[in-house]
């Protein structure tokens, strides 16, 4: 089976940092280009970050860029986000999710079910 | 504000065609970049709906299609039914940001 499972989410003050991970299972995980998205509570979602397969290009929302950092680790099909400077408006459900390998951007095609991080003193 | 605008709310009766819009620009979708909607359940991960601006994955019944033209897209749900229910997102590539961005979403509600 597919799957995608996050873990490392938690309350946390302001300012600390905090570093989530996805374990991917069932598939092939260098396949794929992966991706972090947030929810914030009663919000859209919203795209926070991505990595190609081999880690050669990575990306990020304005909104975390120089704050947030996404890696991931093929031989333990794993992908990271490490989030320093954590502010309230982080506070959101993190959802990692695939995109095929692609020439063109291609959708998001299995999701996590998200870890919850709040922000709060 | 989402750099792609969706309505926030859109409703229709049991068995009546509805169709959501997802405008943007030069820099997303008039760039040429694809389209892709994603139904989101309450307290769910999003669902991927239709990939590529029309393609619908395996399972995904045949009420649902999408479409694009120019800078926008649009996603119509036929026959609709109570289970419809939910928030639908669409999601492109921005140039200009270098990265992925998501509609602000819209909430379907089944009368």
């Known amino acids: 089976e597919v799957q995608l499972v996050e873990s490392g989410g938690g309350l946390v003050q302001p300012g600390r940092p905090l570093r989530l991970s996805c374990a991917a299972s069932g598939f092939t995980f260098d396949d794929y280009a992966m991706h972090w998205v947030r929810q914030a509570p009663g919000k859209g979602l919203e795209w926070v970050s991505g990595?190609?397969?081999?880690?050669?290009?990575?990306a990020y929302a304005d909104s975390v860029k120089g704050r947030f950092t996404i890696s991931r680790d093929n031989t333990k099909n794993s992908l990271y986000l490490q989030m320093n400077s954590l502010r309230p408006d982080d506070t959101a459900l993190y959802y990692c999710?695939?995109?095929?390998?692609?020439?063109?951007?291609?959708?998001?095609?299995?999701w996590g079910q998200g870890t919850t991080v709040t922000v709060s003193s | 504000q989402s750099v792609l605008t969706q309505p926030p709310s859109v409703s229709g009766a049991p068995g009546q065609r509805v169709t959501i819009s997802c405008t943007g620009s030069?820099?997303?979708?008039?760039?040429?970049?694809?389209v892709h909607w994603y139904q989101q359940l309450p307290g769910t991960a999003p669902k991927l709906l239709i990939y590529?601006?029309?393609n619908r994955p395996s399972g995904v019944p045949d009420r649902f299609s999408g479409s694009k033209s120019g800078t926008s897209a649009s996603l119509a749900i036929t026959g609709l039914q109570a289970e419809d229910e939910a928030d639908y997102y669409c999601?492109?590539?921005?140039?200009?940001?270098?990265?992925?961005?998501f509609g602000g979403g819209t909430k379907l509600t089944v009368l």
């Open positions: 590529d601006n029309s």
């Open positions: 990595i190609s397969w081999n880690s050669g290009v990575t």
């Open positions: 999710a695939r995109s095929p390998r692609s020439s063109s951007p291609s959708a998001m095609d299995v």
């Open positions: 999601l492109s590539y921005d140039s200009s940001l270098s990265g992925r961005v």
């Open positions: 030069s820099s997303n979708i008039g760039a040429g970049y694809d």
